[in-house]
Nanobody, 120 residues
Framework: QVQFVASGGGLVQPGGSLRLACEAS????????VGWYRQRPGEQHVLVAS???????EVLESLKGRFTISRVNAENRVYLQMHNLKPEDMATYYC??????????????WGQGTQVTVSS
């Protein structure tokens, strides 16, 4: 199973922007549907945005207009651009293949996430 290593997180003030990146351990072009997820302490992973190999994008309704996702198969990377960050965006962010028939709680091999802290 493919694993991802996420990077680009850090401390940002409310209203700021961050661009996260995750690199796949295998050829990203072989992964049809990939997503960015986030997990707040004590909570489950939530899918925030996903993109198919054909470029079909879905973003969590509450994040539309602030978050965008992109992928560059040649780089084996998936990006998450976040604007106007809010304290409630604080979480650890991960990439994972989107498995429509599997509950997110049953996903394995989350790989390395990246912490986003939004604070003044």
């Amino acid at each position: 199973q493919v694993q991802f290593v996420a990077s680009g997180g850090g401390l940002v003030q409310p209203g700021g922007s961050l661009r996260l990146a995750c690199e796949a351990s295998k050829n990203l072009a072989r992964i049809y549907h990939v997503g960015w997820y986030r997990q707040r302490p004590g909570e489950q992973h939530v899918l925030v945005a996903s993109i198919t190999d054909g470029g079909r994008i879905e973003v969590l309704e509450s994040l539309k207009g602030r978050f965008t996702i992109s992928r560059v198969n040649a780089e084996n990377r998936v990006y998450l651009q976040m604007h106007n960050l809010k304290p409630e965006d604080m979480a650890t962010y991960y990439c994972h293949e989107v498995l429509p028939l599997t509950p997110i709680d049953d996903y394995r091999d989350w790989g390395q996430g990246t912490q986003v802290t939004v604070s003044s």
